[in-house]
């Protein structure tokens, strides 16, 4: 079946370091991937997609590459704020698992100013 | 994107009784997902509820636990039935964004259900 799997938090990074959240995934069909955040308090929010091989989601200065040779989505940040911190899900979604959603463990990002 | 409005966003409950979770949705959509995000962990599906038939349980999840009723392409409930300790976690529901698996999820803002 469909799975995801994503680095274990937490991160923790200094402000304007440069973030990788490293995802990787298995799928029976031919994916959409997503990143969502969920910020302290929050819901959980789309924060960028891809939905074929190659394809780059970008948002809010992170970005994520599609990569089916390696069926990976990490995703980056070039500078991070303290305003990132947030927990991080990667997910996947394609229509051989009835359109539902499979969502990564969460990878948990500290900023300190 | 569509907007979500689900209640209540938290409540504390006895064991032994059940609380009903309600979404309502400001455009039709198909399908509708609920999820439980238990507490520092990731979300998990517990059924999708399609207009005018059975909501499709998965593993793990049974409809006289979690009964869910889908009356309207726009509302849908989801049952937290004879509640103990265990069941204390965040309840989502969420709906795909552009009514295709390629769109996403537009998630409602979350029930966070304490159960003493």
């Known amino acids: 079946g469909n799975s995801v799997t994503q680095m274990e938090g937490p991160v923790t990074l200094s402000e304007e370091a440069f973030l990788t959240i490293n995802c990787t995934y298995t799928a029976t069909g031919y994916p959409s991937l997503f990143w969502y955040v969920q910020y302290p308090g929050e819901g959980l929010q789309l924060l960028l997609k891809a939905t074929k091989a190659d394809d780059k989601g970008s948002n809010k200065g992170f970005e994520a590459t599609y990569r089916k040779e390696t069926t990976s989505f990490h995703l980056e940040k070039g500078s991070v704020q303290v305003s990132d911190s947030a927990v991080y899900f990667c997910a996947l979604s394609d229509n051989t698992g009835g359109f539902k959603t499979i969502f990564g463990a969460g990878t948990r990002l500290f900023v300190k100013a | 994107s569509a907007v979500i409005s689900q209640k209540p966003s938290r409540d504390i409950c006895q064991r032994g009784t059940s609380l009903t979770i309600q979404c309502q949705v400001d455009s039709q959509v198909t399908m509708m997902f609920w999820y439980r995000q238990q507490p520092g962990q990731s979300l998990t599906l517990i059924a999708t509820a399609n207009q005018g038939s059975e909501a499709t349980y998965e593993s793990g999840f049974v409809i006289d636990k979690f009964p869910i009723s889908r009356p309207n392409l726009t509302f849908s409930t989801l049952t937290v039935s004879n509640m103990s300790p265990e069941d204390s976690s965040i309840y989502l529901c969420?709906?795909?964004?552009?009514?295709?698996?390629?769109?996403?999820?537009?998630f409602g803002s979350g029930t966070r259900l304490t159960v003493v």
């Open positions: 969420s709906v795909d964004r552009q009514g295709s698996t390629g769109g996403g999820y537009t």
